[in-house]
């Protein structure tokens, strides 16, 4: 089963090279075999957004409803994502969002760190090489610790940080809040930061 494109291009005859190399990506992905969550997969999720994007989103992996219907952030994280965003001048379409590995692991596991090791190398060092992001949103351990070398959310979790030439803003999965209520507000936090900042860009 194969899903439509989610690279968001400008307008106009001639598809930027850029646009042509997060479409292949996007089309390597979809078939990829390159590591075993490949066979318990229902559609892989490449992302999706602009490929300009000022600001990229990075979770861990899908969930069941992304797995679905191979797009990121559909299912309850997505409504919260929606939620933080609400009322600003900000929504969904301003970001590129997608995840550190692109298929979902059985039961919704962790990812292990070869499937992270492969995934990224493969797919997610490319994408933003070429989305070239100003602010990359890590949403969650996996994340933090795959793009900053850290072990928790918590020590990470700093405002926007620099690293290796970029900026990143760490932040909570938003799955977390329905096992730790409190860290909702957190998230909410974050993101009044993260607003404050694109305004900025
Ligand atoms: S998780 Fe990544 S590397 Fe593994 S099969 Fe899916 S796309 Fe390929």
């Known amino acids: 089963m ?34 075993p969550l490949y066979k318990s997969r229902t559609l892989a999720v490449p992302g999706e957004g602009k490929f300009n994007s000022k600001v990229m989103i990075i979770g861990e992996a899908p969930g069941r409803n992304e797995d679905l219907t191979g797009r990121p952030f559909v299912g309850s994280s997505g409504k919260f994502l929606d939620h933080v965003l609400e009322g600003s001048e900000f ?19 962790t ?3 070869g499937e992270i090791e492969t995934c990224t190398s493969l797919y997610l060092y490319r994408q933003i090489e070429l989305i070239n ?12 610790k795959k793009m900053l070398g ?3 959310v918590e020590e990470a979790r700093c405002g ?13 999965h938003p799955a977390v809040r329905f096992y730790r209520e ?9 993101f009044a930061l993260l607003k404050s900042e694109m305004k900025k860009l």
Do not use: M, W
């Open 111 to 113: 990812p292990k760190t």
């Open 133 to 144: 992001p100003r602010i990359i949103v890590l949403l969650g351990g996996v994340a933090v």
């Open 182 to 190: 409190e860290l909702a507000e957190k998230i909410k936090e974050d």
């Open 2 to 35: 194969e899903s439509r494109s989610v690279i968001q291009s400008a307008p106009g005859p001639a598809k930027s090279k850029v646009v042509k190399e997060l479409e292949s990506l996007d089309s390597k992905i979809r078939v990829c075999t390159a590591c």
């Open 150 to 152: 850290k072990k928790t």
């Open 160 to 172: 926007i940080v620099e690293h290796e030439g970029r900026k990143f803003l760490v932040t909570y």
């Open 91 to 109: 929504d969904r379409s301003d970001f590129f969002i997608t995840n550190i590995c692109k298929c979902r692991p059985p039961s919704n596991r």
